[in-house]
């Protein structure tokens, strides 16, 4: 007669909250690329995905962001002591972030909605999702450098992704204040801070992973 071994809870607990971190960036990825090509009037190279919210079916993408949200914060509780802990807390904030960028919806901007102006007046809601999306993207860039510092293993790929998210990051808000010859890309440039940011989320994911086996 065998006696069942019984996974512990704890166990299975760290083993889903990786996968969140696993999977929250494909799927949050997956979700405005999917929705950038089908909504009417909209240019993913040009506008943010922020602007996914607005108008007809813009729950998607709000739901988009609470999901992503809660995922990444279910990976920072367990990364506090699979990781480092100040990485832990800054992808938290990161997490935190995308949940405000979710319930305070974006304005307008770079002339979506169609009719729109480039830059109209800011409302307070508008102003919190700008607010909140910027502190969560500065805390994303601070988790890779904090995380290089203290793992060295990984340090110069983290380190370049960290340059990478904050050079496209800059971009990014240059082409939302309608600079010149950026404003036509600021959907691309912030794809591309986005995927590299969430890259690096899922990348740790994996590493976590290995080490909770």
């Known amino acids: 007669m065998t006696t069942a ?26 979700a405005f690329l999917v929705q950038g090509f089908l909504k009417p009037d909209y240019n993913p190279l040009r506008h943010p995905v922020s602007s996914l919210a607005l108008g007809p079916h813009g729950w998607i993408q709000t739901a988009n962001f609470l999901l992503t949200g809660v995922l990444v914060l279910a990976f920072a509780a367990i990364a506090r002591s699979k990781t480092d802990k100040p990485t832990a ?39 919190l999702h700008d607010g909140f999306s ?41 082409a939302m204040s309608q600079t010149p010859g950026l404003v036509e890309y600021g959907g691309a440039l912030q794809r591309v801070c986005v995927i590299i940011g969430f890259g690096w989320i899922t990348t740790l994911a994996i590493d976590t992973n290995k080490q909770a086996r």
């Open 89 to 127: 807390v800054l992808i938290g904030l990161w997490g935190l972030g995308l949940i405000a960028a979710g319930i305070f919806v974006t304005d307008p901007v770079s002339g979506f909605p169609k009719g729109t102006p480039a830059i109209g007046e800011p409302t307070l809601e508008g102003s």
């Open 134 to 174: 910027v502190i969560g993207f500065l805390c994303l860039i601070a988790a890779m450098f904090v995380n290089a510092r203290r793992h060295r293993a990984r340090a110069t790929a983290t380190t370049i992704a960290g340059i990478a998210t904050a050079a496209f990051f800059v971009a990014f808000a240059a």
């Open 5 to 30: 071994t019984l996974t512990p809870p704890h166990y299975i607990a760290t083993r889903v909250a990786v996968w969140c971190g696993i999977v929250a960036g494909p799927l949050f990825v997956a």
